[in-house]
């Protein structure tokens, strides 16, 4: 069990940390199996994705768009509940298959962190469990 | 492998199953490795959340908000299959870190579970995989 | 680790993959633990669902209509980047719990491909970690 730190910078932001990942995995003599990602946090999330900057960019604002600005009860500002929403619609754990040592991705496919209310200090948990 | 009930009162609500997955973790004398949990319908759902009763109303206000209201072949009624849409898009199952026995959590985080469709008798099933 | 392939015929389409991922814990001599699996592409997804035709068309439409058509960044079509964004609001990657060497679902469970971008050829991966 590895855990690492990823600043954001802005209030919405796609950060990619396969990279983060596949060093934790290698800290951790990983083989065969599966790393299990868990972000520490209600308000982002972690996803899967073709993490270049224009498709972080679409993402968020898709789920900008997609979440209803509701009068809310968490918080009288609207913002501040629709990041839970997101990070509830995406999720902020996730499972992913691990091949000699690092994570076993499609082509395009990368792990992307989204923050939904920064800029902030994110925590990630990785585990690797022998397949 | 365990499997507890939890009985949902209303059309939808969101239920803190945190301590009823612990105990299951405790009852498979559960070290550090990883929770895998399943719930067994397609009309609920599970999520990481601070889940305050504030956050699970405005949860699933926008829930029902974003998803829409169109002729939905599965039923004429259109809330039945926005309960079964609302499913696929938080999930029935998810992964979660297990250290010294219990969910690895972030402070604010807790696992609920999401009625769409109730009041109904829900069953959760959680595994642990040694790490 | 074992991989197997899908051909999708349709631009959105779902398909019922639970018999391909018993036959893979099959050939991997599964007894009880749980199955990751992980779908290799950024324009498709693999969710939990009453898999019938209907309730399929009914989840696309669905997505379809809740992604909204932004001025996407990605492409200038906003269809190519809503697969992409519907693909990481229902997720590429799912563990389900395998009992006697089966996947272990509910009643009206069933593990589905949904389909963004098709047709194309879609490769999933199923990794079996004993329990």
């Given at each position: 069990m590895k855990e690492f730190s990823i600043s954001t910078n802005k209030k919405r932001q796609m950060i990619d940390v396969t990279d983060n990942i596949n060093k934790a995995l290698e800290e951790m003599r990983a083989e065969d199996g599966i790393c299990q990602l868990m972000?520490?946090?209600?308000t982002a999330a972690i996803t899967v994705m073709e993490a270049i900057e224009e498709n972080g960019s679409d993402l968020l604002d898709a789920l900008d768009s997609l979440v209803p600005r509701l009068?809310?009860?968490?918080?009288?500002?609207p913002e501040h509940p629709k990041s839970h929403i997101m990070s509830s619609i995406i999720g902020a754990s996730k499972s992913i298959p691990v091949k000699g040592g690092a994570l076993y991705l499609g082509t395009w496919q990368r792990v992307a962190l989204l923050e939904f209310d920064g800029p902030r200090e994110r925590t990630v948990q990785a585990s690797f469990i022998k397949g």
């Amino acid at each position: 069990m590895k855990e690492f730190s990823i600043s954001t910078n802005k209030k919405r932001q796609m950060i990619d940390v396969t990279d983060n990942i596949n060093k934790a995995l290698e800290e951790m003599r990983a083989e065969d199996g599966i790393c299990q990602l868990m972000l520490m946090h209600t308000t982002a999330a972690i996803t899967v994705m073709e993490a270049i900057e224009e498709n972080g960019s679409d993402l968020l604002d898709a789920l900008d768009s997609l979440v209803p600005r509701l009068k809310y009860r968490h918080d009288s500002d609207p913002e501040h509940p629709k990041s839970h929403i997101m990070s509830s619609i995406i999720g902020a754990s996730k499972s992913i298959p691990v091949k000699g040592g690092a994570l076993y991705l499609g082509t395009w496919q990368r792990v992307a962190l989204l923050e939904f209310d920064g800029p902030r200090e994110r925590t990630v948990q990785a585990s690797f469990i022998k397949g």
